[in-house]
């Protein structure tokens, strides 16, 4: 069973900067895809970063290109997401996402199967 628990989310001003965890408890005998989604209120999740466990390829989404970085530990059990220059448009719920063992990484929810409960970022102007 595949839990993913989000934690490092919190309140800042903007130019500030956070760093998401992302704990999972899931197997790592094959690769698979972690992403983080973010969904802010009124409006669709979107993704915003993934990184693929075996090769540690990463994707960014346009918006947080050069001020995020995806990363993982080297058991692949704890993701991260560092987020610099934050902006108030950034403010959401954060969502860390894993796919099934083998999982491509897509910038789409559809493509994940499993969630955590998600944190709040919320940066002030």
């Known amino acids: 069973q595949v839990r993913l628990v989000e934690s490092g989310g919190g309140s800042v001003q903007a130019g500030g900067q956070l760093r998401l965890s992302c704990a999972a408890s899931?197997?790592?005998?094959?690769?698979?895809?972690m992403g983080w989604f973010r969904q802010a209120p009124g409006k669709e999740r979107e993704g915003v970063a993934t990184?693929?466990?075996?090769?540690?390829?990463?994707y960014y989404a346009d918006s947080v290109k050069g001020r995020f970085t995806i990363s993982q530990d080297n058991a692949g059990l704890t993701v991260y997401l560092q987020m610099n220059s934050l902006e108030p448009e950034d403010t959401a719920m954060y969502y860390c996402?894993?796919?099934?063992?083998?999982?491509?990484?897509?910038?789409?929810?559809?493509?994940?199967?499993?969630w955590g409960h998600g944190t709040q970022v919320t940066v002030s102007s």
């Open positions: 996402a894993a796919t099934t063992p083998g999982g491509r990484c897509v910038m789409s929810q559809a493509g994940f199967d499993y």
């Open positions: 899931l197997s790592t005998y094959r690769s698979r895809c």
């Open positions: 990184i693929y466990t075996g090769s540690k390829n990463t």
